[in-house]
Structures are given as C-alpha cells and as structure tokens.
C-alpha cells in the first residue's frame, strides 16, 4: 500500500477566541477575514484540496450539467512559465467557494449568499461586487502566489521526486474510485457536478502538481528564515496588542426605559443605570468584594424570577439537582487570556502600562444604553506556556479499515520497542510508514502550541505526566498514531513572535517575487466561466 495521500489535516481549524461578548464585526470586516485567510502565505501548502467526501451538498445552479462553454484549453491566466486555463481557473473558484460555505453554512443569511442562485447574480452585502467577482479575486491571489513560487522553484532546480509524483498519482486514484461509488460514470463527470461542467480531471491534476511544487519550495524556504532572541523581543515590543493578554470581570447594568420612551428618557435612564454602577463600585473595596456584590445581584435575579415563574415555584426539584455555587454564578462574567481589541474604550483602559492587578472601571455605552464595571484580575502579560514537540507515525482511515490500522500500529509499536528505541529510531520508521505529511521529517513536529491538535492528540502531547521518550498508539479522526514525545519546546509567545516575523518575511520575499513572476488574466475569456 503506498502512502500517496498523506494526511496533512491533523490540525484542527484556527482557534477564533472570543476575547469579548460585546464585540461584533460588521459584513465588510467578516469578509475581509476571509480574505485574509485566503492571504496569509501559511495557506500556500494546500495539500487536502481534493474533494473525497463533500461535507456540504451546495445547490449551485452553475454547477448543472447544463450546455456551458469549453474551459479546458482555453488559456485565461499567463506567466513566463505557465499557462492556466478556464478548467482550472473553475476548480479553484469553485474551490473556494464550497470551502467558504462550509466555514460559514450557519451565517450565510448574513452574508445574503444564496447557494440556489449564480454567484454572478448576486452581489457582496454592502457592495457592488458580484460574488463571482469576489472568489475570483481571491483565486488570483492563490494563483499569484503559487506561479511564482513555483518558476522560482524551476529556477533553482526544483522539481518533483517520483515519490511526490506517486503522492498524486494516489490522490487521483482515490478521488476516481470515490466517483465510481458515488455512482459516477467518469470522474470528469463527478467533477462537473461539485465543481462545474467544464472542470476535468486533467485540470485539477495539473492544479495539484504546481501546488505540490510550490509547496516544496516554500517549506524549504521558511527554514533559511531565522531569528536572535534580540528580534523576536523587538518584534513583540513593536506588536504588544498581538501578543500581550490580560485577564477580566465585569458586570454590565442596562438602562430600563420602556420601548416607545424619548431620547431625553433613555438619557434619563443611562444616567440611573451610572448611579447604580457607581454604587457597586464604592462597595467593591476590593477583588473578592467585586466578586460577591456579582454573586449576590444576580442570586436576588434569579430569586425575583423565581418569584414571578409559578411553574418554578410549584415544582418539584429535579433529583440530583445541585445548588449552583458562587463560580457558577461568576463563569458568565469572567474573562481570562483577553487579547486587545482596537477601538474600545475598556481595552484601550486596560492596556496602559501602569494598570495592576485590582484596578477598577467604569465604561459608559450611550449607544447600547448600558454602563459596565471591570476589575482587572491580571494586568498585561505574555502567554508563558511551554510547546512541546513530538513525533508520531500515522495510519490513515484513507488507506486502512480501523481494524487493520488499529493492527499495524500495534505492529510497527512492536518492532519500535523491540529496536533501540530512540527518538532517531522512531524517525525512521516514521519515515518508512506514516502517512502524514511530515514522514519525511521523521514524523516531527516541533513547537506545538496547546489547543492546535486534534483532541486525542492534543489531550495526550499535554498530559501532565509526560515524559521524554513516551510511547503510545492514539486514535484521532485522522487513524490511529502512535505517538513519541520528544519533549518541550520554546515558550509560546516566543514561538507566535516567531512566527510573525517569518509571515512579515515571507510577505515582503513574496511581493518582489509576484514581480518577478507576474501573471496576466484575460478577463473577457474568464467570463465565460459558469
């Protein structure tokens, strides 16, 4: 069996913290969001771009298999080197597409995306760009990127190995076979329906072999990309809202004022609801008195709502209900690893340097009508926690039943503890039969932050007993691994400073590159594009 499709996807999706329930972006600031995640050249890797097992079935009306013009063969997009054609240019828009309905399927309503409809048909909330337009663009930043890393390749030799070209050989086999048992008759014609008519298998392998070059290149080229513990510091003195956290609670009084009040009377009632915040504040003496005047207001809460809930009044408690306890009370008002928020007036409070641990406030909203307190439990600090590094050999779900993976592991752990069991031992044999992306690296992963794996195996990698040379299968969604831990790594907020400098890098590398390389579009035959 080979190990042509790898897994690359063991990490989890970028954490999006919340560092505020009060924050809310508006359409053009969610939108941006997903430009800049088509952007940040972390992205350029895109190993799992073929579809196995489409999570979403989008009802897009461009994707029929109606009479649409040829797109294979007619060139759209030049380079020194390369030609891409409509097919392909298709399979990356569409591409796109599907992966941004699967991130957003709950909030499409928000963004007014109908999936019934053609995405020329319809325009981004608040602009007059279609949403055609709009995954074209970022299409042209992804092709931008990957033409010219990979002539730059070519240019100083690069190219791909016969196990790189087996890798993809694997990839379209599997995606062939997955079209013939979803009762497809060609995969150009499975294809056509989660892409568009028009887009062929030929396409898509030629996408995949200048991602696969690319690929190369840039991970080759973020090794030469080194940094003196000088320049990190700099970096996060120069950036501190990227990287410095404080801890929080607050409370939050409303204005009450009835629903056809005047402006003059929800100025009135602003102004009780300051009295009152400020009364909390005289009492609250110190961090544990903020803390029990929560607990108390929002226990006499509960208490008047009990009072009026005749339901909760005449009923019986559950069996096993437990009283809720003075943290239960105080979770909701809670805050811990709070990351800077630009243009708020509480943050903007607790980011100063002389702000310590116990400082109070009082923030005014006169357009939400509330006044808010905050205690500040930890002024501004670094994230301290220690990564850890680790290897592990994988057994995909891709290439094996769950018991015959679950087997192997078992086997390969067997000849492991049977050798010299050494973590440059244990490289080998994850160089020979992991299915991973990082085999060739012996299985390593280095600076893992926690919270990044997949659960299994952030939940193992951050056991509090691990040690040095520990050896275990784990099963994630991905298979079964078996793990070896190597030990700790850098300090978190060095690794995040880190790698800011490499993105600042790579960026600046990347801008003189496209100009090196720059790639002209005919816009009138990508038009002709369903």
């Known amino acids: 069996m080979g190990k042509g499709s790898r897994n690359r996807e063991i990490r989890i999706s970028e954490n999006q913290g919340n560092s505020s329930s009060e924050v809310k972006l508006s359409k053009k600031q969610l939108i941006r969001m997903q430009e800049k995640k088509a952007r940040i050249k972390k992205y350029v890797t895109m190993a799992a771009v073929l579809v196995i097992a489409v999570s979403l079935v989008v009802a897009i009306v461009a994707t029929?298999?109606?009479?649409?013009?040829?797109?294979?063969?007619?060139?759209?997009?030049?380079?020194?080197?390369?030609?891409?054609?409509?097919?392909?240019?298709?399979?990356?828009?569409?591409?796109?597409?599907?992966?941004?309905?699967?991130?957003?399927?709950?909030?499409?309503?928000?963004?007014?995306?109908?999936?019934?409809?053609?995405?020329?048909?319809?325009?981004?909330?608040?602009?007059?760009?279609?949403?055609?337009?709009?995954?074209?663009?970022?299409?042209?930043?992804?092709?931008?990127?990957?033409?010219?890393?990979?002539?730059?390749?070519?240019?100083?030799?690069?190219?791909?190995?016969?196990?790189?070209?087996?890798?993809?050989?694997?990839?379209?086999?599997?995606?062939?076979?997955?079209?013939?048992?979803?009762?497809?008759?060609?995969?150009?014609r499975y294809l056509a329906t989660v892409y568009v008519n028009g887009v062929t298998a030929k396409s898509v392998r030629t996408i995949r072999e200048l991602q696969a070059l690319a690929t190369k290149y840039y991970t080759d080229l973020l090794k030469t990309f080194e940094y003196t513990d000088e320049e990190i510091e700099k970096f996060v003195e120069d950036n501190p809202s990227s990287f410095y956290m404080f801890d929080y609670v607050y409370y939050t009084f409303k204005a009450e004022y009835a629903s056809n009040a005047t402006a003059a009377e929800k100025k009135e009632a602003l102004a009780e609801a300051k009295k009152k915040a400020e009364e909390f504040l005289a009492k609250a003496s110190d961090p544990k008195a903020f803390r029990n005047l929560i607990v108390e207001m929002e226990k006499a809460i509960e208490e008047a709502k009990k009072e009026t809930d005749t339901a909760v009044v005449t009923s019986t408690p559950e069996s096993g209900s437990t009283e809720k306890t003075d943290e239960d009370y105080l979770k909701s008002f809670t805050k811990t690893e709070a990351l800077y928020v630009e243009d708020d007036d509480f943050f903007e409070w607790a980011f100063k340097d002389e702000r310590k641990a116990g400082d109070t406030t009082l923030i005014e909203d006169d357009e939400k009508y509330t006044v808010t307190v905050y205690l500040l439990d930890a002024p501004k600090y670094l994230d301290e926690a220690i990564t850890k590094d680790v290897r592990?050999?994988?057994?995909?779900?891709?290439?094996?039943?769950?018991?015959?993976?679950?087997?192997?592991?078992?086997?390969?752990?067997?000849?492991?503890?049977?050798?010299?069991?050494?973590?440059?031992?244990?490289?080998?044999?994850?160089?020979?039969y992991s299915y991973d992306g990082n085999a060739k690296d012996g299985g390593l992963y280095e600076n893992v932050l926690e919270g990044v794996m997949v659960t299994e195996f952030n939940d193992w990698l951050f056991h509090k007993d691990r040690k040095t040379g520990d050896v275990d299968i784990v099963k994630t969604q991905h298979g079964y691994h078996i793990m070896y831990y190597v030990g700790d790594g850098n300090i978190a907020w060095k690794v995040n400073a880190e790698n800011g400098l490499k993105n600042e890098e790579y960026t600046d590398y990347l801008e003189e590159l496209e100009k090196k390389y720059p790639v002209t579009y005919d816009y009138e035959k990508i038009a002709n594009i369903p």
Request: proline fraction near 1%; charged fraction near 25%; aromatic fraction near 12%.
């Open 392 to 432: 592990h050999i994988l057994f995909s779900l891709n290439e094996y039943s769950d018991a015959d993976a679950k087997a192997k592991a078992e086997e390969i752990l067997a000849q492991y503890k049977a050798g010299e069991m050494t973590a440059e031992a244990f490289g080998e044999l994850a160089k020979e």
């Open 64 to 188: 029929s298999l109606a009479k649409t013009p040829k797109l294979e063969g007619v060139i759209a997009a030049t380079s020194e080197k390369y030609e891409i054609d409509n097919a392909m240019i298709a399979y990356l828009l569409y591409n796109q597409y599907t992966s941004f309905i699967n991130e957003n399927y709950y909030i499409l309503s928000y963004y007014q995306l109908d999936t019934a409809k053609s995405l020329k048909s319809q325009k981004v909330a608040g602009t007059d760009q279609t949403w055609f337009a709009y995954f074209l663009s970022m299409v042209q930043l992804q092709l931008n990127e990957l033409v010219a890393l990979a002539t730059e390749a070519e240019e100083k030799g690069y190219s791909l190995d016969e196990d790189e070209i087996a890798a993809i050989d694997d990839e379209m086999k599997e995606l062939k076979e997955y079209a013939n048992k979803q009762g497809y008759i060609s995969l150009d």
